[in-house]
């Protein structure tokens, strides 16, 4: 018998028993859909997690921060000068494997940034050089970054994310039209602040793709109520590492030192003083020698006192990947069991169907079936059974994904890729042929008499 | 030489330390175009002796010859391609497949031997023209007469174009009628030039051919061969048949 009569025969029985075949390809379905989603699930997760590593800057990104002295060198407390200017200077002159460096000086949190009375809730208000806009990928998208000169002559300038701007301009889907608020000064804690330039709106995959089908949709009806803030992310903020670049306010360092630190200096000198530093290094794969470098040089400008620690992204991310390891792990598992109790519900319905069959088989048989005509023949009849399960199961894994966003949407979309459809396929070819190799083996060792003889 | 060539053979069954002699020692010649039927009592050795002669069993001891090659210890494989080729059954149950309509099921065998549908669908019709059932074709067999259905059966054994046909009790399952109108195909059949072998218990059925075999007990013990006197004549058993 050849290969098609075979599929065809499948076929054929398969529909003489639809209802039967249905409920028995049914545990296909759901273990494949269910296959299909976790990895969507998981991919989604992965991507989301990779653009927010992005967006803060790489794992190339080390952070320097201040940090307790460690107890054996308590006595120097009085000599510990913390994180300082000097340090970027030393690891731009001594560090080479340290590609950018940049000085952050943050703003105490009382101070306040408004305008015409408005005032964003929380700000993210820094200090810094205009390398900072390499360094935590941000992109100036209206107007420009401040400039060295800028920073030498301590100017009133500032560089601002969206969400300020939509807190004391107003956000394009309020007014209808995108503000663009350069030139216009805001006020920092009593200083006036000129706006020379605005980063673009960042956010994720997600949000953009949502924002993009909500402009093709009529709009939604107007929030009712006072205005309120929706907290973190919630408003515009996306997720908190977009949130929170949409929250920045850069100024020259010069400046903050000058018009906000100098209090904190002796004879109006301002104080060299740092919050933080971030360095950049060539690759991942230096991190380690580039590490050292640093910490070399900032051991010799702290005169050997440990006052201070590297944070790296390192941690973060391997959080991340076991993670997404774990959910892939878990996740493969429900669907292993789903598609192995797929894979006995076939086995079973094969086995109810050649005890059915057995005087068919003998017929066979003495018509000149041979042992590998009868045992292709059921064994087509499984996979075919697993197959179309599967590629029910394969349409059934977009619905159960759009279910499951519905039900909890999550900060990432679900990405349903070709790699796990075909290896879903796969999976359920495979469980077909494992389901039927039993029933098959059976069926063809019958002895045609016997067969014959039975009913 | 004769189509099919017994010598010695023997098909015992174990069965709880007894030792069951379904065939014991039997030697026989079919020549081709020969109508010839097998008779005896219930468990006689009859279906076991014709399940050996159509390559669905093997002989415990003896040799088989069929059209020229020796069968008693070809492999379950080669069994399969002779019973394909060069046999056909009629069962007493006709043993068609109840999901399959008539042409289907006379199309089965060649499905095994790798014809093309065109060349299947032509020669199942052409068979079925000879057993007079092409009106019948499309006809799923429950819903045909017991008479029919054992012509369609018989279509099947025909259609592969078979060296010899063996049917088992095929009026066994009819009205005396329709027995006598299979019988009559048979009959036909054989005049054609086919080489038949009839199993039945029933003389009257036996009295079509000219050449009828009786067993009893697993042996031979009564062969009654018009050729052999030129006319109807009895002889007694061992002889050479
Ligand atoms: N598989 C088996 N195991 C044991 N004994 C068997 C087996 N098959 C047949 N026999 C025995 O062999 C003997 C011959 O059986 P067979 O079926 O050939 O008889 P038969 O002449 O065809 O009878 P009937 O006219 O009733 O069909 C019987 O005694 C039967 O019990
Ligand atoms: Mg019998």
Aim: glycine letters at 8%.
């Amino acid at each position: 018998m050849n290969f098609w009569s075979a599929i065809e025969v499948g076929f054929k029985e398969i529909w003489a028993h639809k209802f039967r075949s249905l409920l028995t390809m049914l545990g296909i379905v759901l273990g494949v859909s269910s296959l299909v989603a976790m990895a969507a699930l998981v991919k989604g997760m992965e991507n989301g997690m990779k653009e927010a590593l992005i967006a803060i800057g790489g794992l190339e990104k080390v952070r320097v921060e201040e940090q307790d002295i460690p107890a054996k060198q308590r006595q120097y407390t009085d000599d510990a000068v913390g994180c300082t200017i000097n340090d970027v200077y030393a690891l731009e002159r001594s560090a080479p494997l340290v590609t950018l460096v940049e000085p952050e000086m943050r703003m105490p949190s009382y101070y306040r940034v408004t305008r015409d009375g408005k005032m964003p809730d929380w700000v993210n208000l820094i200090g810094t050089w205009p390398s900072a806009l390499e360094m935590n990928e941000h992109i100036v998208q209206y107007g420009r970054m401040f400039n060295d000169i800028d920073d030498e002559n301590a100017r009133n300038v500032c560089v601002i994310g969206t969400y300020i701007r939509d807190e004391l301009f107003g956000a394009p889907d309020e007014v209808g039209h995108e503000i663009i608020p350069l030139g216009q000064t805001i006020n920092i804690n009593g200083e006036p602040f000129r706006i020379i330039g605005m980063f673009q709106r960042y956010e994720s995959e997600r949000e953009r793709k949502q924002r993009e089908l909500q402009a093709t949709q009529p709009k939604a009806a107007p929030q009712t109520g006072p205005k309120r803030s929706r907290g973190w992310g919630g408003h515009k903020g996306g997720g908190f590492v977009f949130g929170w670049k949409n929250r920045t306010i850069y100024i020259p360092l010069n400046t903050m030192w000058l018009r906000f630190r100098a209090a904190t200096g002796t004879n109006n000198i301002p104080d060299p003083h740092l919050s933080a530093l971030n360095l950049k290094v060539a690759s991942v794969d230096e991190l380690e020698p580039a590490l050292q470098q640093a910490r070399n040089v900032l051991m010799s400008t702290h005169h050997g006192i440990e006052d201070f620690r590297f944070q790296t992204q390192e941690d973060w991310a391997q959080n991340i990947t076991s993670a997404i390891h774990h959910a892939r792990l878990s996740g493969g598992f429900i669907s292993a069991i789903s598609l192995l109790v797929g894979g006995i519900g076939i086995m079973n319905i094969m086995l109810a169907s050649i005890t059915e069959r057995i005087r068919e088989i003998g017929i066979r048989k003495a018509i000149g079936a041979t042992y590998a005509d009868v045992f292709v023949q059921i064994l087509i009849e499984s996979v075919v059974i697993a197959l179309l399960g599967g590629l029910a199961g394969l349409a059934a894994a977009y619905g159960l994904v759009y279910l499951l966003q519905t039900l909890s949407p999550t900060e990432n979309t679900p990405i349903i890729t070709f790699t796990a459809l075909g290896v879903a396929f796969l999976f359920s070819a495979g469980v077909g042929v494992l389901a039927g190799l039993v029933p098959a083996f059976k069926a063809a060792k019958l002895d045609p008499i016997q067969a014959l003889r039975y009913d | 030489m004769p189509l099919v060539e017994l010598r010695g053979v023997s098909k015992i069954y174990h069965l709880g330390g007894e030792e069951i002699r379904a065939l014991d020692d039997v030697n026989l010649d079919i020549d081709a175009g020969e109508f010839i039927s097998i008779i005896g009592p219930s468990g006689s050795g009859k279906s076991t002796l014709m399940h050996i002669l159509g390559c669905l069993d093997t002989p415990t001891r003896g040799t088989i010859c069929l059209d020229g090659t020796l069968i008693h210890n070809a492999t379950p494989r080669q069994l399969a391609a002779i019973r394909n080729r060069k046999i056909g059954f009629v069962f007493q149950f006709f043993n068609l497949l109840p999901k399959l309509n008539v042409l289907q099921n006379v199309e089965l065998p060649m499905v095994y031997s790798g014809l093309s549908s065109r060349e299947r669908r032509e020669r199942a019709l052409r068979a079925l023209r000879m057993v007079d059932m092409e009106n019948r074709s499309k006809h799923r067999p429950m819903q045909l007469s017991g008479g029919q259905q054992q012509r369609a059966a018989i279509a099947r054994a025909l259609v592969n174009d078979p060296k010899i046909i063996f049917a088992d009790e095929p009026t066994g399952n009819l009205d005396s009628h329709t027995g006598e109108v299979i019988l009559e195909l048979f009959r036909k059949l054989s005049h054609e030039g086919r080489t038949i072998a009839l199993v039945t218990h029933d003389p009257e059925i036996a009295a079509v051919t000219p050449r009828r075999i009786e067993i009893r007990d697993g042996r031979i013990s009564k062969v009654i061969d018009p050729k052999l006197a030129g006319l109807d004549r009895q002889l007694e058993t061992p002889a050479s048949v």
